[in-house]
Nanobody, 124 residues
Framework: DVQLQASGGGLVQAGGSLRLSCAAS????????IGWFRQAPGKDREAISCISIKDGRTYYADSVQGRVTISRDNAKSTVYLQMNSLKPEDTAVYFC?????????????????WGQGTQVTVSS
């Protein structure tokens, strides 16, 4: 079975940092792209970053560009999301997901499996 385990969320003050991890299993890791999404209360789920495991290409949403870095560890089948200079508006549940494709994509409908989410709360 495909499993995605997101972890690393927590409570942090504005300006702080967190590193989220997405541990994947049950599929050929290198053949797909992994994306990070977030959903704040009352808002739609939005794509914030994606990485192609095959070629390392990345995508960042404008809202996080310059503050977030996505990376992968093929040996551990894990994708990381390093988030710096966090703002209260970054508060949300963060999810990782596996795309249907190897290339990067920000479209929610392109993702086939989702992890359970990890809460990130940024206090002002």
């Amino acid at each position: 079975d495909v499993q995605l385990q997101a972890s690393g969320g927590g409570l942090v003050q504005a300006g702080g940092s967190l590193r989220l991890s997405c541990a994947a299993s049950g599929f050929t890791f290198r053949d797909y792209a992994i994306g990070w999404f977030r959903q704040a209360p009352g808002k739609d789920r939005e794509a914030i970053s994606c990485i192609s495991i095959k070629d390392g290409r990345t995508y960042y949403a404008d809202s996080v560009q310059g503050r977030v870095t996505i990376s992968r560890d093929n040996a551990k089948s894990t994708v990381y999301l390093q988030m710096n200079s966090l703002k209260p508006e970054d508060t949300a549940v963060y999810f990782c997901a596996v795309s249907r494709y190897s290339g990067t994509t920000s479209r929610l409908e392109d993702y086939q499996y989702w992890g359970q989410g990890t809460q990130v709360t940024v206090s002002s």
